[in-house]
Structures are given as structure tokens and as C-alpha cells.
């Protein structure tokens, strides 16, 4: 059972406007929240990551938002811009604890974003 | 240079022929862990390992082996390797489980 999901396969956008990208969450425990930006024949580069006591988080043009109620949350990309052209991972994160030796990080299934001049 | 360096980049193997893929990082970080990427499943993870000599398993660990003995090094060891083992793999360490993972440039693994 897919614990992470994005069900957005791709996504594209003009160059300069917003891009959305989306994830949803089925595990309350997660109690962090990371996004990841893949190019071809490279490795996931990390990107921006979210506490879940926070609501929001920003780092340039880059803002997640996290939404515990709904088990959602969001990557914003402003502006778009043609090297933004990746695969973009959601992650979520268990907490350690003494009952189990987890801290293992969950992947969603990935968003092609095309981002066009 | 900060990194993760993972090898080979590309294997293709006979089914049956044990193998091992090297991973080695160079940040004195204390978490590692292993993904293999397949088209329309994400990354899943293989195993991890939270320090020395201490290792769990993810989400798909049968057919997969892992050893810590050093804090550097976490090879991957696929005893007989299977068709179903064809895939991208990715070795990755972080400071902490909820830093951010610092990824290897992948493995390319072909079973026939």
C-alpha cells in the first residue's frame, strides 16, 4: 500500500508562472516532509523539506506546504524556470523511536515537471 | 568533494551470479540507505542503516543483502540475482533520518 502518493505524473507550465506540485500522505505519524528534484542519469538532489509541526516552509523560489488535516502537501515553484525540468519527489519520514529502529524515508511515485520557454 | 560514489554505474549480469555493488561516502554521516527507482513505482526503499553495524529493512529487502562494518561503506550484495531485480539503484546517506539524503549517481543493473 503506497504510503506517499503523487498523482500527477507530469506537469507542464510556461516559463515565469507557478508550478504546483502535489502529494498525499495516508501515514500520521510522518514527522518530516522532504522534496527532491531528479535529472536524468543523476541521483535525487535534496531540495527543501518540511517539520510537520510547521505549516509552511521557504527557501527562494521554492515553498512547501504542508496541510496535516488533509494529509496533503505542496511544492511551489515561483517563478518557473526551464532548468526547474526534472522529476520531483516527495518524501515523508517515520520518526525513530524505541519500539522500532525506523527512520526510513518513503518516496512518492514522482512528477515530470516541463517547465517551456 | 562532499559525495556518495556508488559502483559500477552500469552491470549487466546472468541470473544466479552473486554481485555486489560498492557504496562509500565521504561526510562522516551516520545514516545510509539504499533505493531502487522503477518506472511508476518511485523509490523504494531496499534497506538502512542507522550506524555501524546496525541495519533494517525497507520496503523491498527480499533477494538483498547489506553489510555496515564500516561507516563509510554500505555495499549492496544481490546472492542470486533475478530478472526481477533489473532496475536502478541508488545509495544514499544523510546526517540524520530527517536531514535531507545526499544521493549516489546510480547503478544500472540489467538480469538476464
Known amino acids: 500500500d503506497q504510503q506517499v502518493k503523487q498523482n500527477s505524473p507530469s506537469l507542464s507550465v510556461q516559463e515565469g508562472r507557478i508550478s504546483i506540485l502535489n502529494c498525499d500522505y495516508t501515514?500520521?505519524?510522518?514527522?518530516?516532509f522532504l522534496w527532491y528534484k531528479k535529472y536524468p542519469a543523476e541521483g535525487p538532489t535534496f531540495l527543501i523539506s518540511i517539520s510537520s509541526i510547521k505549516d509552511k516552509n521557504e527557501d527562494g523560489r521554492f515553498t512547501v506546504f504542508l496541510n496535516k488535516s488533509a494529509k496533503h502537501l505542496s511544492l511551489h515553484i515561483v517563478p518557473s524556470q526551464p532548468g526547474d525540468s526534472a522529476v520531483y519527489f516527495c518524501?515523508?519520514?517515520?520518526?525513530?523511536?524505541?519500539?522500532?529502529?525506523?527512520?526510513?524515508?518513503?518516496f512518492g511515485q514522482g512528477t515530470t515537471l516541463q517547465v517551456k520557454p | 568533494e562532499a559525495q556518495v560514489t556508488q559502483n559500477p554505474r552500469y552491470l549487466i549480469t546472468v541470473t544466479g551470479k552473486k554481485l555486489t555493488v560498492t557504496c562509500s561516502q565521504n561526510m562522516n554521516h551516520e545514516y545510509m540507505s539504499w533505493y531502487r527507482q522503477d518506472p511508476g513505482l518511485g523509490l523504494r526503499q531496499i534497506y538502512y542503516?542507522?550506524?555501524?553495524?546496525?541495519?533494517d529493512k525497507g520496503d523491498v529487502p527480499e533477494g538483498y543483502k547489506v553489510s555496515r562494518k564500516e561507516k563509510r561503506n554500505f555495499p549492496l550484495i544481490l546472492e542470486s540475482p533475478s530478472p526481477n531485480q533489473t532496475s536502478l539503484y541508488f545509495c544514499?546517506?544523510?546526517?540524520?533520518?530527517?536531514?535531507?539524503?545526499?544521493f549516489g549517481s546510480g547503478t544500472r543493473l540489467t538480469v538476464v
Open positions: 542503516s542507522m550506524n555501524v553495524e546496525v541495519t
Open positions: 518524501a515523508a519520514s517515520e520518526p525513530v523511536s524505541f519500539s522500532s529502529n525506523t527512520g526510513k524515508l518513503i
Open positions: 501515514n500520521s505519524m510522518f514527522d518530516y
Open positions: 544514499a546517506s544523510s546526517l540524520a533520518y530527517n536531514y535531507g539524503y545526499t
